[in-house]
Structure formats: C-alpha cells, structure tokens
C-alpha cells in the first residue's frame, strides 16, 4: 500500500499513513487501556478520524508490570515506539522454571535467541503513557472522564475496548457466565531489583512470578488454587500477611522478596468463554473485551495489540467496512483460541503435586540438558507470528 502524511483530527500527524478505506472515516474507541489506544493509533495512521473515551479521570491503570513479547512488540515497532520502549523496559534474558520449595533453578530458557524485536518487561502505566502521546502526535481526541456506551455515539464504527465487563460486548450477543477457575492471585511491586528474567517459582497448587521493572523494581504475581471465591478485578486490596501465609514454606529467596511485600490487591481468577461473535454492523470488540486470558502466558496485552493492528488493517482493506470486521473476527479468532487453551494448560502445569510434579521437574532439568531450544520452537506459533505482514 502506498504511503502518505495525513491530518487526523485537529493534529497533523508527524507519521506516513497508508492510503486507504479508514481515510476519513470517524472511528470512536470505547476504553484508553493498551488494546484501546493501540486501536486509536492504527486507525488514526491509516487516516481515520478517531476519538477515544476513557472512563476514569486520566489515562493510567493500577500500576503493575507487563510482558511484551516479540509478537506484541512487532506492532509497536511498526508503529515506531520502539526507542520509546527500549529506554522505559527492561530486556528480557530468560524464563527461569523454578523449584519453589527448594529454590533450585530447573531450566533456563534463553530469550535472547528469539528473532524479531526483544522480549520487553514493562510497568503497565508506563507502557499506557507511551501509547497516550503517540495517539496525540496523531491526532487521537482523547476523552476521559466520562462513561460512554455505543448508544451514545455516532461515530461510523465503535471500537469496544471496554475490559472485562464490556457493555459494548453486551451489545453484539449475550455475555456468556464466567466460571470461576478455583485460582486466585496477588498482584504487587516491590522496591527491589531482580535479574532480567522471569522466574516461574512452582509449588503444589501454588506458583509465583517475579521479573524486574524498570527502576530497581520487582512485579510480583502469586496464583494460589483454592475453593474460596473471591472477586474479579484488579481492584481488591489485601494484606500482605495473607499472601505470606498462603506461600509459608518456600524457599528462602522467595520467602524474601514475599517479606518485602507492603501493599497487594487479590482478585478471582476466571474462565471466560471467547465471544461467539467480535462484531456487528457499527461495533467490533477487541482485547479482553472479546477474549479474556488467565495470565499465564503473558498474552492478555499482547494479544490486544495484535487484535487493534488486524482490526485497522482489515478495516483499512475494506469499503465495505462489514467485509472488513468479518475478515478481523476470521483471522483473530482461531490463534487467539490457541492461546487462551495454552495459558489454560499453564494454569495445570505450574501447580502440579506428587509424581506427576517429580516427572515434570526431572523433564524440564533433561530439556535444559539437551535441547534448550525445544522451549522455544514450541512456542513459535506464538512469538514469532507477525500480524504486521497483514495486506
């Protein structure tokens, strides 16, 4: 496709943009999270007039750490926030599977052999902040302060990146019931720094993962099965004494960065189907909005920026602006289905107890021995799929 420079908005944009169907055409995306703004951008480099509604007071979310694998970060590369990323990231080196209760390393898996853009850790409001001034630079309108459904707009396609709890979703077929997964987990940083790598500390019905931030920090996520429900969302504060009490009896290392722990919040973690449909006429949904994940695959932000690029893309190859969310849905649906069966599959293997757990880690210590690279070639559907080839 041919490129050109465009006006969007009332900001000329400093960014060549395909010449397309999205030129001109009023886009209004419903949520200023990362598959949210990463919508805008795309649509708004193709020549689209967009603006974005963001609920909350500022654009931001409750800080945390986020993973953006090569996948993920083929967009933002393409979409030039690649420098941007490099100086507010860590680079990842590797996934370290680990022994919670004795602290011995099973596996190192080298993430530096990926190909394609590195492996990045992120503070989550950072990574959001990059998006917001970018979407700027465009043109992107960006609202806040206001709750908006569809119904309120008029915008010739509505983009629902609304979350969990998607009222666009709602509008576009019935909202299947969540399951809860019998998981819950804490989230936290802690002011500590951590090697450049994600450690995957494994126990009987219980795991951690820790990696660093940027700023000698540490993000924190501990997942704990167990029958007591507790509710969804990032938002439930907890004592830290409860995290501590439902992980006595790891390994020191652990034990120690657990210690260091001075606020967390607790949510449920729950199994939500895939929509049996990402649009209507006037409306598409993407991010968790259509697919929420477990987080135990990193993929819940990576495949939200993976869903924005194709929904522009296929919008932007479309007149027809039908033809062009049919093919979307068509395309996003199957490999995000394969995802959300991995990080499923993840939830099983990182808690397992008794021989299956002796059989597993005497697997994992014979992979790292003699084929270290297994990891990641089975992970290759994964990490080395580039939606940004899309015509």
Same mark, same amino acid.
């Given at each position: 496709?041919?490129?050109?420079?465009?006006?969007?908005?009332?900001?000329?944009?400093?960014?060549?943009?395909?010449?397309?169907?999205?030129?001109?055409?009023?886009?209004?995306?419903?949520?200023?999270?990362?598959?949210?703004?990463?919508?805008?951008?795309?649509?708004?480099?193709?020549?689209?007039?967009?603006?974005?509604?963001?609920?909350?007071?500022?654009?931001?979310?409750?800080?945390?750490?986020?993973?953006?694998?090569?996948?993920?970060?083929?967009?933002?590369?393409?979409?030039?926030?690649?420098?941007?990323?490099?100086?507010?990231?860590?680079?990842?080196?590797?996934?370290?599977?680990?022994?919670?209760?004795?602290?011995?390393?099973?596996?190192?898996?080298?993430?530096?052999?990926?190909?394609?853009?590195?492996?990045?850790?992120?503070?989550?409001?950072?990574?959001?902040?990059?998006?917001?001034?970018?979407?700027? %630079?465009?043109?992107?309108? +960006?609202? !806040?302060?206001? &709750?908006?459904?569809?119904? #309120? =707009? /008029? $915008?010739? @396609?509505?983009?629902?990146?609304?979350?969990?709890?998607?009222?666009?979703?709602?509008?576009?077929?019935?909202?299947?019931?969540?399951?809860?997964?019998?998981?819950?987990?804490?989230?936290?940083?802690?002011?500590?720094?951590?090697?450049?790598?994600?450690?995957?500390?494994?126990?009987?019905?219980?795991?951690?993962?820790?990696?660093?931030?940027?700023?000698?920090?540490?993000?924190?996520?501990?997942?704990?099965?167990?029958?007591?429900?507790?509710?969804?969302?990032?938002?439930?504060? %907890?004592?830290?004494?409860? +995290?501590? !009490?439902?992980? &006595?009896?790891?390994?020191? #290392? =652990? /034990? $120690?960065? @657990?210690?260091?722990?001075?606020?967390?919040?607790?949510?449920?973690?729950?199994?939500?189907?895939?929509?049996?449909?990402?649009?209507?006429?006037?409306?598409?949904?993407?991010?968790?909005?259509?697919?929420?994940?477990?987080?135990?695959?990193?993929?819940?932000?990576?495949?939200?920026?993976?869903?924005?690029?194709?929904?522009?893309?296929?919008?932007?190859?479309?007149?027809?602006?039908?033809?062009?969310?049919?093919?979307?849905?068509?395309?996003?649906?199957?490999?995000?289905?394969?995802?959300?069966?991995?990080?499923?599959?993840?939830?099983?293997?990182?808690?397992?107890?008794?021989?299956?757990?002796?059989?597993?880690?005497?697997?994992?210590?014979?992979?790292?021995?003699?084929?270290?690279?297994?990891?990641?070639?089975?992970?290759?559907?994964?990490?080395?799929?580039?939606?940004?080839?899309?015509?």
């Amino acid at each position: 496709m041919k490129r050109r420079n465009v006006t969007s908005g009332a900001k000329k944009s400093t960014a060549t943009t395909d010449v397309g169907a999205n030129a001109g055409r009023d886009i209004a995306v419903i949520g200023g999270g990362i598959g949210g703004l990463t919508a805008a951008l795309c649509f708004a480099r193709t020549g689209a007039v967009v603006t974005v509604h963001e609920q909350a007071a500022a654009f931001g979310e409750v800080g945390a750490g986020v993973q953006i694998t090569p996948n993920g970060a083929r967009v933002l590369a393409a979409l030039g926030l690649d420098d941007n990323l490099k100086t507010r990231s860590v680079q990842a080196t590797a996934v370290v599977p680990t022994d919670a209760l004795s602290g011995r390393m099973l596996v190192r898996f080298d993430l530096t052999r990926l190909p394609g853009p590195p492996y990045r850790f992120l503070y989550r409001p950072d990574l959001i902040a990059i998006l917001a001034d970018a979407c700027r %630079d465009a043109g992107v309108r +960006l609202e !806040t302060g206001r &709750a908006v459904v569809a119904a #309120d =707009l /008029t $915008a010739r @396609l509505v983009v629902g990146a609304d979350g969990l709890n998607s009222r666009t979703r709602a509008l576009i077929a019935p909202p299947p019931l969540a399951r809860f997964s019998g998981q819950v987990a804490w989230r936290t940083i802690i002011a500590q720094p951590s090697p450049s790598e994600a450690r995957i500390w494994m126990a009987p019905g219980c795991h951690v993962v820790t990696y660093p931030l940027a700023g000698g920090r540490t993000n924190v996520v501990a997942v704990q099965q167990r029958a007591g429900w507790a509710a969804e969302g990032w938002h439930h504060p %907890d004592d830290p004494a409860n +995290l501590r !009490t439902a992980f &006595a009896g790891m390994c020191r #290392d =652990l /034990t $120690a960065i @657990l210690d260091a722990v001075e606020t967390t919040s607790l949510w449920g973690l729950f199994r939500h189907p895939v929509a049996d449909s990402w649009w209507q006429p006037g409306l598409a949904i993407l991010g968790d909005a259509a697919h929420p994940t477990l987080p135990f695959l990193a993929q819940g932000a990576n495949l939200a920026i993976e869903d924005a690029w194709v929904l522009a893309a296929s919008c932007d190859s479309a007149t027809d602006l039908d033809a062009g969310l049919h093919r979307y849905e068509a395309l996003r649906k199957p490999r995000v289905t394969r995802a959300i069966a991995a990080a499923d599959a993840n939830a099983v293997n990182y808690h397992l107890s008794g021989p299956r757990r002796v059989v597993s880690h005497l697997a994992l210590r014979g992979i790292g021995a003699v084929a270290p690279a297994t990891f990641l070639k089975r992970l290759a559907w994964l990490y080395d799929h580039d939606v940004t080839g899309l015509d």
